[in-house]
């Protein structure tokens, strides 16, 4: 007798579960569809979100402008203004003043001359100075500055002053009218020479103006730490009032050409 055939197990499908009701398909048209303020302020897109900030190499043209550059100290960098009628009009006026009781010393920067070459380039014809302006005090803080005496100093003056000694001393002679019929009329002194005690230096301008009856002597005290500041200014604009700087930012390097000239002058020396 065969033994008995083991039972056999049916498996049905089971039913879907009956739809959940936030699952179930609205019948309203499309256009009767609103959104939230929140979500309609947003830009649907169906490609990948902008990398974090922590791959500063990653480059989406869909990302928004950077910010803005910041200087030193966290505020807006400065830009020139945009140009006007085809011109740029971003120039700028910077000045370092120096404030006694008796008187007071502004110096201001004063750029070179260019003018302008057949070759397109551009020639300096007239070296940059700085503008020393004095003004005598009449009352506490308070300057009389439309009674200014000023001095230019140029860029040979100017290395004179950095290269004085603790107890050095030096002294300008200034006549604007060198050369012409009024000639000797005016007459300027600028002398820079240490105190007593060594801790500072007095600057010192006397002008006799003959054409304007004017004869007046102001001096004016400088701590080691102004003339430090002084020092400091001098070295580094120097070079711009003589037109250098300007100079090498016109150095490009696509404007470079080989050397065609007999290797017998200062080129060829450089080279070796």
């Given at each position: 007798?065969?033994?008995p055939?083991?039972?056999?197990?049916?498996?049905?499908?089971?039913?879907?579960?009956p739809p959940?009701?936030?699952?179930?398909p609205?019948?309203?048209?499309?256009?009767?569809?609103?959104?939230?303020?929140?979500?309609?302020?947003?830009r649907?897109?169906?490609?990948?979100?902008?990398?974090?900030q922590?791959?500063?190499?990653?480059f989406?043209?869909?990302a928004?402008?950077p910010?803005p550059?910041r200087?030193?100290?966290?505020?807006?960098?400065y830009?020139?203004p945009?140009?006007?009628?085809?011109?740029q009009?971003?120039?700028?006026f910077?000045?370092y003043?120096?404030y006694?009781?008796?008187?007071?010393?502004?110096?201001?920067?004063?750029?070179?001359?260019?003018?302008?070459?057949d070759?397109?380039?551009?020639k300096?014809?007239?070296?940059?100075?700085?503008?020393?302006?004095f003004a005598?005090?009449v009352?506490t803080r308070?300057y009389?500055?439309?009674?200014?005496?000023v001095?230019?100093?140029s860029?040979?003056?100017?290395?004179s002053?950095l290269t004085l000694g603790?107890t050095?001393?030096c002294?300008?002679?200034?006549?604007?009218?060198?050369?012409?019929?009024?000639?000797?009329?005016?007459?300027k002194?600028?002398?820079v020479?240490p105190?007593?005690d060594g801790?500072?230096?007095?600057?010192?301008?006397?002008?006799?103006n003959?054409?304007?009856?004017?004869?007046?002597?102001?001096?004016?005290?400088?701590?080691?730490?102004e003339f430090?500041?002084?020092?400091?200014?001098?070295?580094y604009?120097?070079?711009?009032?003589?037109?250098?700087?300007?100079f090498?930012?016109?150095?490009?390097?696509?404007?470079?050409?080989?050397?065609t000239?007999?290797?017998?002058?200062?080129e060829y020396?450089?080279?070796?």
């Open positions: 007798m065969p033994p055939s083991p039972p056999l197990f049916l498996s049905l499908p089971l039913p879907p579960p959940l009701p936030h699952l179930l609205s019948h309203r048209p499309a256009a009767a569809l609103t959104l939230s303020p929140a979500l309609s302020s947003r649907v897109s169906s490609v990948c979100p902008v990398a974090s922590r791959h500063s190499d990653y989406d043209p869909r928004p402008p910010p550059p200087d030193g100290y966290g505020g807006p960098a830009s020139p945009a140009a006007q009628g085809g011109q009009n971003g120039r700028v910077s000045t003043s120096i006694k009781g008796k008187a007071a010393m502004s110096l201001d920067p004063r750029p070179p001359q260019f003018v302008p070459l070759s397109g380039a551009y300096v014809v007239k070296e940059g100075f700085v503008l020393l302006q005598p005090a009352a308070q009389d500055w439309t009674r200014k005496q001095f230019s100093l860029v040979w003056e100017m290395g002053l603790p050095d001393s002294e300008f002679f200034h006549d604007p009218f060198k050369g012409r019929s009024d000639e000797g009329k005016v007459r002194v600028l002398k020479e105190t007593p801790n500072s230096r007095f600057f010192n301008l006397s002008v006799q003959h054409l304007l009856n004017i004869d007046e002597n102001i001096y004016i005290p400088i701590t080691k730490g430090a500041v002084i020092v400091s200014t001098f070295n604009i120097i070079p711009h009032l003589m037109g250098w700087s300007t090498t930012n016109s150095i490009k390097p696509e404007d470079s050409r080989a050397y000239r007999p290797q017998s002058g200062p020396e450089w080279r070796r």
